[in-house]
């Protein structure tokens, strides 16, 4: 007991502060990417933590009491619980283990505990893949895992230069990297992250959402995140062309649109018109089960179904990167049907709302228009009253299409598409929003097509009698720029929208295209390695059938090659440490036959001394044997050189 009171308080000599130091540095290189996801008072906390144990190892003071550490644990498990009502779960288990890890720095008191803190830091460097899986992440990460096991090799083996610390650890991680690849390649997959739970694990995706509503839209269109990438078989479609069909939405209620029937099915009818575009869509994850593709597509993708809307759908939510095959016909008719049942929905409209708008379109259709007549009114007012096309349009009050036609005139793609829609219902003629993307932008490194956030777009379609669906986008009618240069041409300079999406500079644009060609590669090689991908390589392999018993036998297999190579490489440099140590025993041996024996206590230097001095004729002789000996044996920069040098000095000597 009173050892245990004199360790709290003694002061902490035990560690040196440079060991120290370099502790701390790996530790916060693990820590600092989980700062942008930790609640304020945590980092801190932290930072507090950190700053206090640097003061007490400079002053060389005593450590905190153990009741003082009880403290500010319970306060510390108090304030996650009440920050995420929880200490379950992805979020507050990081918090938790961050509290931790930094509160731990107080009690450290001998090298055990700091390779208990190493050891701790490696699993939390793997908790900041929850969060993100990009390339820098990967590559802090993999820093981290040199510093931190620099910090090992460090407290085991004290009195090293940092260069030779930082050497080793480079060498030890150079030589897990053959096995880390054969482990990625050939260990079974499962489809999704291993973090997939709890549900928590897919915070803060972005993308288009199962409702609409003023203002939804323009906020994603802020956005410069990547919602999907896109390769072509050839020569793509004229920018006026891409729409990437998404959720359609036919309820209304004033405020809100939602969406309508969806029954699957698992063939797509329509008239096309044209030749097809075959392409691959390579999908960021967006929590929810719509696939995108060019409207209209031809195909449906494996696991997957279509509405009678045809909007695509995966059987179960996209939570991580998906790739699918695709074709699409960009000219096509989809359908001239005229079921009651079927059209009824389009001509839903809340009652009592938006009086005026529905005067103007009844207007339109008196006299017996024709529906295509009607709509080519809407458009023509659109163009000529004075709209606006903006990012901060003002807000709406319950009249929203009344206000925003005879007032505000002022919208994004969604109070367009949403008025225009009820303006035709109002007119009798059935319609229905369309939401998804317009746009994109080839990548001239990768010839890749990367469609962002800030392209989410909204337009129409309309029924007409022997035509079916048609599309009609009344934001083109207001800002042509919009469908034929994307967003940044088409809206205000002091509208808010992404750094790169106004630069002009051709070297920043180079430098984007270059970035976004290798954060690609990463997910299509790295992160896009799925069960599929998997079978795909393992086949080509040779393995017709690759069965989870037959990937574990050549797991097994691979991995013990890796190791037998790995032990043949370092038994040839014992066998080289060998050579040395029999070169020295025989220079030992023909100096014991003159009557100068080693003794069992005495070191290489000081033997050296001794005999030189004994034989001053021969002293240059036996010190240079001596330095090579000894360069060899302990020394960082020993070579091949040096060792033909000692075993020719070896030879030749003679007393």
Same mark, same amino acid.
């Given at each position: 007991m009173r050892a245990a009171m004199a360790s709290d308080t003694a002061p902490n000599t035990a560690i040196q502060q440079r060991h120290l130091f370099w502790l701390l540095a790996g530790l916060a290189l693990v820590i600092a990417p989980h700062m942008l996801n930790l609640p304020w008072w945590l980092n801190l906390d932290a930072c507090i933590v950190f700053a206090w144990r640097i003061y007490l190892t400079l002053g060389e003071r005593v450590l905190p009491k153990k009741w003082l550490l009880a403290l500010l644990v319970a306060g510390g498990m108090l304030g996650v619980y009440l920050t995420y009502r929880t200490i379950f779960g992805r979020d507050s288990g990081v918090a938790l283990l961050v509290m931790f890890l930094s509160l731990k720095l107080l009690e450290l008191h001998h090298p055990r505990d700091a390779i208990v803190l190493v050891l701790l830091s490696y699993f939390l460097a793997l908790t900041n893949f929850f969060y993100s899986q990009t390339l820098p992440t990967a590559g802090l990460m993999l820093v981290s895992a040199l510093v931190n096991t620099a910090s090992l090799v460090n407290f085991a083996a004290g009195g090293r230069s940092l260069q030779a610390n930082l050497k080793t650890s480079a060498v030890l991680l150079a030589q897990a990297g053959p096995v880390m690849l054969v482990l990625f390649l050939l260990f079974p997959r499962v489809q999704? +992250? *291993?973090w997939g739970l709890p549900q928590d694990a897919y915070s803060g995706v972005t993308g288009l959402s199962d409702s609409m509503s003023p203002g939804l839209i323009s906020s994603l269109s802020q956005s410069d995140a990547i919602a999907f990438r896109v390769r072509f078989q050839g020569v793509p479609p004229p920018r006026p062309q891409l729409y990437w069909r998404g959720p359609v939405f036919w309820n209304f209620d004033g405020r809100t649109w939602r969406p309508g029937d969806r029954r699957a099915f698992t063939?797509?009818?329509f008239e096309a018109l044209g030749a097809p575009y075959n392409y691959e869509v390579t999908l960021e994850p967006h929590l929810h089960n719509w696939l995108f593709a060019l409207d209209l597509a031809a195909l449906v993708p494996p696991d997957a179904s279509v509405t009678p809307d045809f909007?695509?759908?995966?059987r179960t939510p996209v939570r991580n990167r998906l790739r699918y095959e695709m074709r699409s016909y960009t000219s096509f008719a989809e359908g001239a049907g005229d079921d009651a049942d079927e059209l009824? +929905?389009?001509l839903q409209l809340p009652a009592g709302f938006n009086p005026r708008a529905r005067r103007l379109a009844q207007e339109w259709a008196a006299g017996g228009a024709t529906g295509a007549a009607i709509a080519q009114k809407a458009l023509d007012y659109f163009r000529g009253q004075g709209f606006v096309y903006t990012l901060q349009p003002p807000l709406l009050g319950r009249d929203s299409v009344d206000e925003f036609l005879f007032g505000s005139k002022r919208g994004f793609c969604e109070h367009y598409a949403s008025s225009f829609v009820f303006l035709m219902r109002s007119a009798g003629l059935p319609a229905r929003v369309v939401t998804g993307y317009q746009g994109g932008e080839i990548n001239p490194v990768d010839q890749y097509m990367i469609v962002r956030q800030s392209d989410a777009h909204a337009w129409a379609e309309v029924w007409l009698e022997g035509r079916g669906w048609v599309r009609y986008d009344p934001t083109a009618a207001v800002s042509p720029a919009r469908v034929e240069s994307g967003?940044?041409?088409a809206v205000s300079a002091t509208d808010p929208l992404p750094l790169m999406a106004r630069t002009s500079l051709t070297w920043l644009r180079g430098l984007r295209y270059n970035w976004d060609a290798l954060a690609n590669k990463w997910n299509q090689l790295v992160l896009g390695y799925n069960p599929e991908r998997q079978r795909e390589f393992l086949s080509r392999l040779g393995m017709s059938e690759p069965s989870w018993q037959n990937m574990a036998l050549t797991l097994f297999w691979g991995v013990g090659g890796l *190791?037998?190579? =790995?032990?043949?490489? *370092? *038994?040839?440099?014992?066998?080289?440490?060998?050579?040395v140590q029999r070169l020295w025993l025989r220079f030992c041996a023909r100096l014991e036959r003159n009557g100068c024996a080693r003794a069992a206590h005495e070191g290489p230097a000081d033997f050296i001394e001794r005999t030189a001095a004994r034989y001053p004729a021969e002293a240059g002789r036996i010190r240079a044997i001596g330095e090579r000996y000894i360069a060899l044996r302990y020394g960082e920069h020993a070579d091949a050189?040096? =060792?033909?040098?000692l075993r020719l000095l070896v030879r030749e000597f003679r007393l």
């Open positions: 999704g +992250p *291993l063939q797509i009818r909007v695509l759908l995966a009824r +929905p389009g967003v940044a041409a *190791l037998a190579l =790995l032990t043949a490489w *370092l *038994l040839r440099r014992l066998r080289s440490a060998d050579r050189r040096m =060792l033909a040098e």
